[in-house]
């Protein structure tokens, strides 16, 4: 069989375009929980590997469910989709963070995946005791020390450590059975875990770090990797160098898969994918609009500044957005581009590989970067939903099937196998 | 309608009885999430007020799955039972549990009671960073403080906070939502959470303590009260001196439901539960029962005393178990038992009531306790799963309906409405 994509969809409250939740098909007042069901159950209909949900530790736009507890009430809901979850570093303890996602990797059968991220927000700091955001290279090193006690906690237990045996003392063969007895500059940890092994053995470890020290932690320990390119260019250039930082750790390139964001409106004619656009951009409320951008360049308040003049001189930013940054005052230079005009750039796919258009279209494009060294599959951002989700699983995901680049049936039952890691 | 009972089913693993694994009907190699549901599911047919998860950050006994992402599995398979977890003070963050207990009773509908617990053994220390536990004083005054941020914490939201208004700014009115600004001894949380009201308004607050500081807890903070009483009379001076408490505390003494736990074994006739018991107390391993009464006097190594010999002297314990170390060494001294009938005597019920009967023998001792003083309802303890948990849901509880002791269908949807708080 020929390469295939990976696809995951990549979910939120109302959709990704800051204005999803004023679209009128969405959604405000039901169960969000029943809500995201309908919606990761069409997924797992389209053979989508995975559901994949961010997260803060503090408000942060809309209100939304924990993804701990919404993905383990998802995975009683689902049969095979991976169900991929994101846990800071920075504000939890590892014995946690590894039981839970053990937890669900266990009740789901060997569907569950853990997004690594570190926290760089004063307003997650300020609901943990903290006066101001930990620094850069310390949320690193801690996350990589965290990585180790997850995983270590993860191999507690031998696949074959339960038996079917009542005539002995425990329920398990406890030569199986592995104590971690961890001490490093952040961590003291014991072990071993409480929860056994699942059917794919451990949870998938995901990342989605874009700086010098994110590269490097995700080359030395992600086995998928998040990333928001907005060019094919771009696309190349970071997938060849995080192949080439894997490799160099010793790792096979294909051990690690890259999908980058693809946000995508899709229509059955290419005026009315332009249309929906269209639709959601005009809901753009210019204080949403700035609120995003000045998140987006280093939490920088844009508010004294005339919407229809120029993005003003930025200091370099200390936080995790410094790519992000970048890249827009890149962007807003090289198209003499005003705030307003910025902010409509990126209140879609907030600098997201971005596509509008028919599914050939949407397809063509994903079939380029595919083939040209750009990315292993897709991690989609709807625009609203639930519509901007039905047209990609109804329109694109066929698509994409008829030319042979993605599944139309599952072939295993866990996310590491849908994953081919 | 006259004065019900609320019942719940304390869930383990494998069932409560020390030997509960090694029964021929347990199921010890089965995903166990699917093992609960089925069980779950029955308690619900029987209308249950809820079941209830005890936990440890450490292994003890059989490795089992953590309690949120378990109950958020079981939430998304039930419609109205109760989901009860627990989650330690000592080694998480208040806005952590605050917010993982939200999004629990959000995608329940309003259905999930939060056990506040501290922890007080070496090995669930040794797996944050702690050489020892933490001291008794220490853990319950962090515990309070804790309580006081994660019911803050829950208080963000008012009830009427989200609008379905798509013309204004955000999907929710700024005026309804409530910032923290916690600064305490253990804890600096700003808030507000992220995670919006469930129709219950607020997880139900469970605990277990029975020391004095325990009960000083109990008053100020909790909902229900899980508690180990052996007989009758020790059941009411423990209702009694709590209801007092409660009062004090300037609350209603039916803010507090006391729910002693009841380990029973229920046949068709008092020979099948004896057998039935006798069939379990067989099973006993020596050294898990050692184990199991080391445990329960304050983690003493029993292994080097004989068997059939006297109780030693036991320093007095310095952590948790001293009020059950104080009631073990009593039985033991005032019936002159040796270690091996000590930890056959708490091998089923480790302290808690036990009856072993008809369905008539322990419908007649529930009602007498919950008659005389001694209790608003039970958490049932099943001695091995799946059996004893159906014999008591189709013995048992269609007796107490006949009675007009139990109800026969939900009058409402949540957690809080079954308790009748």
Chains 1, 2 share one sequence.
């Not at 059917?199 to 989605?208: D, E, F, I, L, S």
């Not at 030395?220 to 490799?247: G, H, I, M, N, S």
């Not at 059955?268 to 360049?297: C, H, N, S, V, Y």
């Not at 060294?373 to 519509?387: E, I, Y």
Request: a negative charge; aromatic letters at 8%; proline letters at 5%.
């Amino acid at each position: 069989m020929s390469r295939q994509m990976s696809i995951g969809a990549f979910m939120m409250r109302h959709g990704h375009h800051v204005a999803a939740w004023r679209h009128p098909d969405t959604d405000l007042l039901s169960n969000p929980f029943k809500v995201f069901r309908e919606q990761v159950r069409a997924a797992e209909r389209a053979c989508l590997d995975a559901v994949f949900f961010a997260d803060s530790v503090a408000l942060t736009g809309a209100p939304s469910l924990e993804p701990l507890t919404l993905l383990s009430a998802l995975a009683a809901s689902t049969e095979k989709i991976g169900l991929i979850g994101t846990a800071t570093t920075t504000y939890n303890e590892p014995y946690t963070v590894a039981r839970q996602f053990a937890s669900l990797d266990l009740l789901s059968d060997g569907r569950a995946g853990w997004n690594l991220v570190t926290s760089d927000n004063a307003a997650e700091a300020a609901n943990f005791g903290r006066e101001q955001h930990v620094a850069h290279a310390d949320r690193y090193a801690r996350a990589r020390e965290f990585h180790q006690v997850v995983t270590g906690l993860w191999n507690s237990w031998d696949p074959d450590a339960l038996v079917d045996d009542k005539s002995g003392e425990l329920p398990y063969d406890p030569a199986k059975l592995h104590t971690l007895n961890h001490r490093g500059d952040y961590f003291a940890v014991k072990g071993p875990l409480n929860v056994v092994r699942s059917p794919q053995g451990r949870p998938v470890v995901v990342q989605a770090g874009s700086s010098e020290t994110g590269r490097d932690l995700a080359a030395a320990t992600a086995e998928v990797v998040f990333t928001a390119q907005p060019t094919l260019a771009k696309a190349q250039d970071f997938y060849r160098d995080l192949k080439r930082r894997v490799a160099d750790q010793g790792r096979s390139p294909e051990s690690l898969k890259i999908l980058p964001g693809l946000f995508a409106v899709v229509g059955r004619t290419q005026a009315e994918a332009d249309e929906k656009f269209a639709q959601l951009q005009a809901l753009i409320e210019p204080k949403a609009g700035l609120a995003l951008l000045g998140r987006m360049i280093g939490n920088f308040d844009l508010s004294g500044y005339p919407l229809d003049g120029p993005l003003p001189e930025l200091p370099e930013t200390q936080d995790g957005q410094r790519s992000r940054q970048q890249l827009l005052t890149a962007l807003a230079q090289g198209e003499n581009l005003t705030i307003r005009q910025l902010y409509e750039r990126i209140a879609g796919g907030r600098g997201h590989f971005t596509v509008v258009g028919t599914a050939q279209v949407v397809a063509d494009q994903m079939q380029q970067w595919f083939e040209q060294g750009a990315a292993d599959g897709f991690n989609f951002m709807s625009p609203a939903l639930p519509g901007g989700l039905d047209d990609f699983l109804t329109l694109v995901i066929p698509e994409l099937q008829r030319r042979g680049l993605f599944r139309t049936a599952y072939a295993g039952s866990t996310l590491r196998s849908h994953l081919g890691l």
